[in-house]
């Protein structure tokens, strides 16, 4: 009986000895796969910023070089210096349209989340679901129809046609009607039985409760803005009205067709890091906001 028990022993040893090497093996095989698309994330991000500390020449070589062997800090003055840029104007210009359009988007998502868990009226199921289905068409086959409505309009060229076709976000709308659906219906029923208006109740209750998922919403929403390319490029390329990605595509380009790389890549360094902060010191929210609003539904 003994010897047996000892067998077993030395079984169950053996067999957790091995759960544990697979266990590490699986370990370094997820890290590894991890760390190998942490580095091709990273690369770009990477090149771009050793890109504008190159000199002209050095980045024209026929062999690129992974670190620059002259560090130029000259082609970041140089941005500030362009007068074909106008950097400033760019700026707000992108911060304008970001901020209207973010506020515009928040009032109608924030309403029509609303109306979606809260309120009953008829058709409500089949018009979430038709709203939904929209989601599953890229957005590429709407540009002309889009750009034909605008165009009707009389908006070609102004901030109008840059604020008003975008504002109305279905993935918004679902993701804070998740989040609404989380919240006890009793709270709504007890607040009507007290005589408090729809209004009232998603302003003092829901919306505090929501705080970080409108929050996640603001950010992207103003990311979506800032890195908005093709439809700016394509209705309002003017220099009243251009945004600071179009901006930096055609200002370092000579007549001859030659584009200084470097101090281009010095610039979208500018540009991107108002958005790489807003990232590193929010993510939290953005994290937080979608992992709330995909429990309930």
Known sequence: MSETKVMQ???????????????????????????????????????????????????????????????????????????????????????????????????????????????????????????????????????????????????????????????????????????????PNELYLAAKVDGTKDLKYLWKVMIPLSLPNLISITILKMMGAWNSYMWPRLVANDDAHRLITNGLRTAFTDASGNTDIPVQMAAVALVSLPLFLVFIFLRKYIMKGVSRSGIKG
């Open 9 to 183: 022993q030395r079984d169950l040893q053996q067999v957790t000895a091995q759960q544990k090497v697979i266990g590490i093996c699986a370990k370094v095989l997820t890290y590894t796969f991890l760390s190998i698309m942490a580095l091709i994330i990273i690369f770009p991000f990477y090149w771009m910023i050793i890109s504008s500390l190159k000199e002209l020449s050095e980045y024209r070589r026929s062999i690129p070089t992974l670190f620059p062997k002259v560090i130029d800090y000259k082609n970041y003055i140089e941005v500030f210096q362009n007068r074909d840029l106008l950097l400033g104007r760019l700026f707000l210009n992108t911060v304008y349209v970001g901020i209207v359009s973010t506020i515009l988007s928040l009032v109608i998502t924030v309403l029509s989340a609303f109306a979606f868990a809260r309120l009953e009226f008829k058709g409500k199921n089949a018009l979430f679901a038709f709203l939904l289905a929209t989601m599953m068409i890229p957005g590429e086959l709407f540009t002309i129809t889009n750009y034909q409505t605008v165009n009707a309009f009389g908006w070609m060229e102004t901030f109008t046609v840059l604020i008003v076709p975008f504002l109305v976000s279905v993935f918004y709308i679902y993701l804070l009607r998740q989040n609404f659906l989380q919240i």
